[in-house]
């Protein structure tokens, strides 16, 4: 099935008939390979990581393919699809953006993002959470996108206003805040 030929939304389950590749000019969102493992390394062995958000242990190459692997079984079994975001002028892996939480009921899913600390206030998060959101409320019987966000990761919660995230709620057991993407064909 090729999203880009048909003019039908396709319901959230068909995200997982086929892995699909996303770009624009300069990055490419693709599935995670055994060979990214250093950069999955690099990504997680920075020191503020877990900051705002639980991170795997990820101490060794052999732990980054585990964490691979992990990831992949997790599309295999539908329960989120991430993808390695890479930067096509030096094909590296910079990032990881990821869907989750994907609700077919209630036409919603979550998205969650990661990208190394070298690459950050250059713009490419941004392009990365562009293509996902084009592709996903171009494509998909999708309501809204939402993001949940620890309240003191203000760089996080400009990113999502910067491209559309509204603050639906804030979360206080947790002190995080509950941001929403809606859909617009549904606010017609």
């Not at 009921?105 to 990365?128: D, F, P, Q, S, W």
Request: charged content about 30%; aromatic content about 12%.
């Amino acid at each position: 099935m090729d999203f880009e030929k048909h003019h039908k939304f396709y319901p959230i389950e068909s995200l997982f008939e086929d892995f699909y590749q996303l770009e624009d000019e300069t990055i490419l969102l693709r599935e995670l390979k055994e060979e990214d493992a250093e950069d999955i390394l690099e990504l997680y062995s920075e020191k503020d990581i877990s900051l705002y958000d639980k991170s795997p242990c990820i101490a060794d190459i052999e732990d980054a393919i585990r964490f691979i692997n992990e990831i992949n079984s997790c599309y295999y079994y539908r329960k989120r699809i991430d993808w390695a975001i890479v930067t096509k002028r030096s094909n590296k892996l910079v990032g990881l953006i990821a869907i989750h939480s994907l609700n077919s009921i209630t036409h919603t899913a979550e998205v969650g993002y990661l990208i190394n600390k070298k690459y950050r206030n250059k713009g490419i998060m941004t392009e990365a959470l562009n293509i996902i959101i084009k592709f996903l409320f171009e494509n998909v019987d999708l309501y809204s996108l939402n993001a949940t966000i620890h309240i003191d990761n203000i760089a996080s919660i400009m990113l999502c206003k910067k491209v559309g995230f509204k603050v639906n709620e804030y979360l206080s057991c947790e002190n995080k805040l509950f941001l929403t993407l809606v859909n617009a064909r549904y606010c017609v």
